[in-house]
């Protein structure tokens, strides 16, 4: 059959058409072999724009459609749509991209622009002429979702999706729900209470028919593809019996050991049966076998000898649940900076050194200390520092802004203030850019707040005049003064970096996402799809993608939410069409193929020993066509020849035209 390609060129406004000459590229296109029409015009993604290809595709008998435009990763899906409505096959459509790699890249020079972008279109051509019309198939979508973290990001997911009557599996390595929320006092702009905010969603969670809440777990292992996940979790024995347990308080009253609490940040101590905090959910404690003596040295029973309900089961082991899901959420949060390798500012060396989220448990009135500021020999400071960006952008630990520790300085010093201390905020730039913050700034300096805009070079103990005895000397420069100046006070708070948490790295293998340079995991695009992933079916919210505060994170929670129920009501899901495929008289069955598959979508058969592709599965990466010892794998749309003919035409016309 005659190929009779459509060529459409896209102006982007002045994206493209401001950097390069469309008129001479479209009249390129034009001219070349079996294309039957070429346009420009200054938004192909328009519905004008698109209104081109289908009328022409009706009109004019096309079957191959080439547009020229910006990254397929934005638009080739519309432009297939376009195609598909016009009763083309949807893969007859093949996109150049000349905007990333012709007018943002040779934007200072408007002919080579041009060239290149004749030399793309060519091989854009060459490329279109070689596909063949692939068969669309479907997948049927498991109706649960998993979500792992069950911070503020996991239960605000959680709820959105269960109050569409939908299940969910909500999983948390720690004991209990609520994650870095749930250590706060009270929220900025508005000073909020956190746990008036957070306690009714603990309950709504715990007392959701539609959600299964499987705590002081953790997931281990994830297999299969979007619609259809199977997930393993680890269920960590609690050594309680929940079912029985009414969360009395009995066994860690009596229990002898002490170690100190990591909730309250080292500042105060819990038992080794412990429950992390008043409004824990499950209402269930845990006991932590590293600590607990009748694991170290098996002569204690006295929680059980204790417990009124005999909810104490020492012979409780770990368990490994397995559950299937059509989509999951990760929110498992982040870590905060430890600032000891930042040796100059003291922490570790002196006691009244603390970091934020130390401040904000001692603050805090439900925290070790009532909510009473006290020093390390228990009087009260009357001054106090506090320095930003601490492990934030700074390019030795983390070159981003962590985003909420302007605000949370600003909060610390309102608390402060209150209580009739001076308060000096040490401060690169303050950044407060979210409703009511900006207000929330000039509130602070109305109410006396000292701020010094220049970065800290040193806390010291080392005292130069009468009046710094006793204190710590925080030296820092003044950039508004142009002086370095010294700052007695009594304690320092150092606003501590968010980053990624500790096994990110090993999330990222179970699940097979992509990481940022600053360790976060990777959105599929910042502004288009800010909590989809590479892999289709996994969502990331909240700050295991990025720091942010907690209004934000709720947002992007319920975006994310909106994203599974919309997967799950559909009830099928489109599957790639370019899969990988075996010719099985040339497959030798070596395995190669099976090894270099990051989805697991390749296996030998034992009994053929030849490759089999799980096309449900398979992605087209093209990983295992390209390390192929005997050629025996290809990829659909993707073969030798096509791509040979496309180098050599793109090679041939840019070499012509410089010339």
């Known amino acids: 059959m005659e190929k009779r390609v459509g060529v459409y060129i896209c102006h982007c406004g002045s994206n493209i058409a401001g950097y390069l000459d469309c008129e001479k590229v479209t009249e390129f296109a034009q001219s070349l072999d079996s294309v039957v029409i070429a346009r420009d015009y200054s938004f192909m993604c328009s519905d004008p724009g698109q209104d081109f290809i289908k009328n022409d595709i009706q009109e004019l008998g096309l079957n191959r459609v080439l547009v020229c435009s910006c990254s397929p990763t934005l638009h080739l899906r519309t432009f297939r749509e376009a195609c598909q409505t016009a009763g083309l096959n949807p893969h007859l459509c093949e996109m150049a991209t000349i905007r990333e790699h012709c007018s943002w890249v040779h934007s200072h020079d408007n002919q080579q622009a041009t060239e290149k972008a004749m030399a793309l279109v060519a091989a854009g051509v060459a490329r279109v002429l070689y596909r063949d019309p692939l068969e669309t198939k479907f997948a049927p979508v498991n109706p649960n979702t998993l979500i792992v973290g069950a911070g503020i990001a996991g239960i605000q997911t959680a709820l959105e999706i269960a109050g569409s009557e939908r299940h969910v599996y909500l999983v ?155 989509a999951v959420i990760v929110s498992t949060g982040y870590d905060t900076f430890d600032p000891s390798p930042i040796t100059q500012y003291g922490y570790g060396k002196f006691d009244n050194v603390v970091t934020s989220p130390e401040f904000e448990r001692m603050v805090n009135s439900s925290g070790p200390t009532g909510g009473n500021i006290t020093l ?142 600053d360790g976060f995991f990777m959105e599929r695009h910042p502004k288009l799809d800010p909590v989809g992933t590479m892999l289709d079916g996994i969502f990331a919210v909240g700050c295991c993608q990025g720091p942010k505060d907690i209004a934000d994170t709720v947002a992007q929670a319920t975006g994310a939410a909106a994203r599974a129920i919309e997967l799950i ?72 020849k096509q791509l040979i003919d496309v180098i050599n035409t793109a090679t041939k016309e840019y070499a012509g035209l410089a010339s």
């Open 172 to 326: 948390e390595r720690e004991p209990s729900i609520g994650g870095r929320m749930a250590q706060l006092g009270k929220t900025f702009p508005y000073l909020e209470p956190a746990m008036d905010i957070l306690a009714p969603r603990l309950e709504k969670v715990a007392s959701s028919e539609y959600i299964n809440l499987m705590t002081h777990s953790e997931l281990s292992e994830l297999s299969g593809y979007i619609g259809n996940f199977r997930a393993t979790i680890k269920k960590k024995a609690r050594y309680v019996d929940e079912s029985k347990c009414d969360g009395c308080g009995a066994c860690w009253e009596k229990c002898p050991v002490e170690v100190d609490s990591e909730f309250d940040r080292g500042l105060s101590k819990r038992k080794a049966i412990f429950r992390p905090f008043p409004e824990a959910v499950p209402n269930v404690p845990v006991i932590d076998r590293e600590n607990c003596l009748h694991f170290t040295n098996g002569d204690c029973r006295i929680c059980q000898e204790a417990c009124p309900k005999d909810a104490i089961d020492y012979e409780q082991k770990d368990e490994d649940v397995e559950i299937e899901v059509g």
């Open 376 to 517: 390390k020999d228990g009087s009260t400071p009357q001054s106090v520092a506090i320095i930003h960006c601490v492990g934030s952008r700074d390019e030795n630990y983390h070159e981003y802004c962590s985003r909420v520790c302007c605000m949370y300085g600003l909060k610390y010093a309102r608390f402060l203030n209150e209580m009739d201390m001076d308060v000096y905020q040490m401060y690169i730039d303050m950044r407060c850019f979210g409703k009511g913050h900006e207000e929330f700034y000039k509130q602070a300096g109305d109410e006396g707040v000292n701020f010094i805009r220049g970065k800290v070079a040193q806390v010291t103990d080392i005292t130069q005049e009468d009046e710094e005895k006793g204190k710590l000397i925080v030296v820092c420069e003044d950039t508004l003064l142009g002086s370095l100046i010294r700052v007695p006070v009594d304690m320092v708070i150092l606003s501590v970096a968010m980053e990624a948490r500790a096994d990110t790295d090993e999330m990222a293998r179970t699940l097979l996402l992509g990481r940022s340079r």
């Open 569 to 640: 009501a559909k009830g099928k899901v489109e599957m790639e069409a370019a899969t990988a495929m075996v010719d099985e008289e040339v497959c030798s069955g070596c395995g190669v193929c099976e090894a270099i598959c990051a989805y697991s979508a390749v296996e030998v058969d034992p009994r053929t020993k030849k490759a089999k592709v799980n096309e449900a599965i398979c992605k087209g990466c093209g990983a295992c066509a390209v390390n192929c010892p005997s050629k025996a794998m290809q990829l659909k749309n993707f073969s030798p």
